[in-house]
């Protein structure tokens, strides 16, 4: 993979034939305990040093991706829009500095219904944030959810269920990776003989969780299931050389990993 552009909400990925955009969407401030040790036990004084804190605060980035085929883009995750911090929400800005007309995303896909991946369907001024929608690919187990979200609703019976395995396209394919939520999922985006992994919330805070994979989240809504996809995704892309992007990796929250020790590392690219 090569970067092809950048700016300070954007950057564009050459991959094959075809090309990624992680879009920053911005980032949200949450308390230390969120971040939890088998036995559910959060961390106090026994934070490891290497995790930095913002007035205390662990700091995570929101990012999107976008995957441009030359003729339409897939939009994995659409950011919150005005529905959480107002830290938040500054996906339009990234779409125009990185050149992306809105009028091309026909379809958007979510790696899971949180309302920090789903609210961006719907702009501030209450306007479609993608006109030319025509797929709306949610989850199958997590359909329920999307369509309990009263601000989307005119949106609830278009969402389709989307399961693992299932092509988007010629160069996407979804993977299951539940445990964060119900129906999770990852995206491996395939093109020139290079991957990319679009992995969600598989890691919310890299700086700990990659040398020590058994922390968890708070909102996890299985712990132990996120533990053990999270050891399996790591190792798939460890040991086939995927590039991965991340939604809460430090923005733009892409690059590689490998094997270290008992844990692994992260490289951005």
């Known amino acids: 993979m090569e970067r ?7 950057a564009t990925y050459k991959i094959g034939d075809i090309k990624v955009t992680s879009l920053r969407d911005g980032y949200v401030d949450m308390p230390v305990r969120r971040l939890r040790q ?32 030359g ?8 950011g919150s829009s005005n529905a959480w911090h107002p830290t938040m929400g500054f996906l339009p800005q990234a779409l125009s500095e990185a050149r992306i007309a809105v ?28 006109p030319r929608l025509s797929s709306l690919l949610v989850p199958r187990a997590e359909l329920g959810m999307f369509r309990s979200e009263a601000r989307l609703r005119r949106f609830h019976d278009r969402a389709q269920p989307l399961d693992p ?5 010629a160069h996407i ?3 299951a990776a539940p445990g964060h939520e119900i129906g999770h999922t990852c995206f491996r985006v395939t093109s020139g003989g290079e991957t990319l992994l679009v992995w969600g919330d598989l890691v919310h805070a890299p700086s700990l969780q990659f040398e020590r994979p058994e922390v968890a989240w708070e ?40 094997r270290a020790q008992t844990g692994f590392r992260f490289e951005p690219l």
């Open 4 to 10: 092809v552009s950048d700016g300070s909400f954007h």
């Open 38 to 69: 088998p036995g559910d036990k959060p961390f106090g004084d026994d934070l490891p040093s290497q995790v930095p804190l913002f007035d205390g605060a662990l700091r995570l980035s929101v990012n999107a991706f976008a995957v441009d085929d």
């Open 71 to 78: 003729h339409e883009i897939t939009l994995i995750d659409s």
């Open 103 to 130: 009028d091309r995303i026909r379809t958007v896909a979510f790696t899971h219904t949180h309302l920090d991946h789903i609210h961006g369907l719907i702009l501030p001024d209450g306007r479609d944030g993608f």
């Open 165 to 169: 395995g299932q092509r988007l396209s």
């Open 173 to 175: 394919e979804a993977v």
């Open 219 to 258: 909102f996890d809504a299985d712990q132990d299931q996120a533990r053990a996809t999270r050891l399996r995704i790591l190792a798939l892309a460890a040991d086939n050389a995927y590039c991965v992007a991340g939604a809460h990796l430090d923005s733009p929250g892409v690059g590689r990993v490998s």
